[in-house]
Every structure is written in structure tokens, then in C-alpha cells.
């Protein structure tokens, strides 16, 4: 026998509750879904709710709704807690919906990650890559970082903190070089992690021939160019002499 399921509808709007680690509903998003409804109409879609009213799934329409005046369905799935797996649907959660999420519940390696990257503002994705000394940035994110099971330990927030402190000199000049920004800032930091490499060095160099540096577009270029404008003027034979390839090939 199937199960009966009662379809509420309200312009109580201000009776719902946000759920303890839901993502946080866009201004981008609720002009998408106000525009939708405007121009096609309203399509029935219920947004689920727990005994507590608290928004598991529909966040993003309970605000275009409510802005717009028009009355809410609603439907109650009693014992639900978890927003996370309910919205990998449609829209799908973003890298930093995931953090903030697994932050808020209080899984202290998220919080140690979530406070370097948003201390300098480089990004999770850049942030996750460091962390995990992988040069071409965040093909591994869709891992760890989204199931919940990230280690993030003292040590590593500081050797992130550490490296992020020395990216943030370069953030004037990826203003003059252009092209994407997480992967210029990626590269340097990739390369200054890298052992036997001299950070004041490299920091000079690109600082001084900034304008012979090309706009970031992809990533073994971009490598490369950094590498040749570090080690102008050394000889293969100088122990200081950074060979991408052979420390790309060796992180593969």
C-alpha cells in the first residue's frame, strides 16, 4: 500500500527554518528561478521540509516565492537531518557548498581548511591542491573534500598558511600577467613547494619579468615559462636549478 503524501501550501513564509549546514541560497540563483517562474509560470515542485520546518531540499524557490509574493508548497519527510545527499540533484552542490556544510557540523578538518582558504581568499579548489602538492590543480577534488573524509591536520594548515602568506606577494602582478588567476597562483605555489627550490628567487624573478610572462591558460605552458623565468641565468649543473618535467613527472 502506498504511502499517502500531503501537499501543504502557505504564504507563512517566515514559519521555515534553515537547516544547519545547507548551502547558502545565491542572490544569482533566486533571480534564475524568479525569471523562470515569470516567464513560464509556476511548475509544481513541492520543497521537502523536516517535522522542524527546517528546508532539506528547496531553498532556492522558498526565496523566489517569498519575493515574489506567491504561495508555497510544501511537504513534510519526517526524521530527515541531512541536507547534503538531498541536493545532488538538479543544481548539484559546489566545492564550497560541500566545505561550509562539513565546517558547520563541526568536522574540525574542514573548519582548519575553510579558515586558511577563506584567511587569503585563494579558493578551495587552489587550497585543496596545495594542500595536496598537486600541480594541476583540482582534478582530485571531486574526492575527499565532497565525502567528507578530508584530513586536514595542524601541520598541514601550516604549511597551506604558509604558502598562501607567499602567494599573496604575487597578487599584483597576476593583475599584469592576466589569464586564469588559480592557475598562475597554483603554478608559483606548486614550484616554491617543491624542494631545493629558493623562494626569494623565485619571487624576484617573476616580479622583475613580470611583462615577458605570459596570460595563464593552461597548465604545462605555464609551468614551464615560470620555470625558465626562475632559472635564467643558472646552468642544469647548479643544484638551484628547477627541471619541471622531471618534478612533474616524479608527482604524477
Do not use: H
Amino acid at each position: 500500500m502506498k504511502q499517502q503524501i500531503t501537499i501543504y501550501t502557505t504564504t507563512d513564509y517566515e514559519q521555515f527554518n534553515r537547516l544547519k549546514g545547507n548551502r547558502d541560497v545565491t542572490n544569482k540563483r533566486v533571480a534564475i528561478i524568479k525569471e523562470s517562474i515569470t516567464q513560464v509560470g509556476y511548475i509544481s515542485n513541492p520543497i521537502i521540509v523536516n517535522e522542524g520546518l527546517e528546508v532539506i531540499d528547496g531553498q532556492g524557490r522558498l526565496e523566489a516565492l517569498k519575493q515574489l509574493g506567491m504561495p508555497v508548497e510544501f511537504r513534510i519527510v519526517r526524521g530527515l537531518v541531512e541536507c547534503r545527499a538531498m541536493n545532488l540533484k538538479p543544481t548539484g552542490w559546489s566545492i564550497s557548498d560541500f566545505v561550509k556544510s562539513y565546517a558547520e557540523y563541526g568536522n574540525e578538518n574542514y573548519i582548519r581548511f575553510k579558515r586558511i582558504a577563506d584567511k587569503y581568499d585563494f579558493g578551495y579548489t587552489l587550497a585543496y591542491a596545495l594542500a595536496k602538492n598537486n600541480v594541476y590543480g583540482g582534478g582530485a577534488v571531486q574526492g575527499d573534500l565532497r565525502d567528507g573524509t578530508l584530513y586536514f591536520d595542524e601541520t598541514a594548515a601550516e604549511k597551506l598558511e604558509d604558502v598562501f602568506s607567499y602567494l599573496v606577494e604575487f597578487k599584483e602582478v597576476q593583475k599584469r600577467v592576466g589569464g586564469r588567476k588559480e592557475l598562475f597562483f597554483g603554478a608559483i605555489g606548486w614550484i616554491a613547494l617543491q624542494e631545493g627550490v629558493d623562494r626569494e628567487r623565485l619571487r624576484v624573478s617573476i616580479i622583475q619579468q613580470a611583462n615577458a610572462i605570459s596570460p595563464a591558460a593552461q597548465t604545462e605552458p605555464t609551468l614551464k615559462e615560470l620555470s625558465e623565468v626562475y632559472n635564467k641565468g643558472y646552468s642544469k649543473n647548479n643544484r638551484r636549478y628547477f627541471d619541471y618535467e622531471w618534478k612533474t613527472r616524479e608527482a604524477a
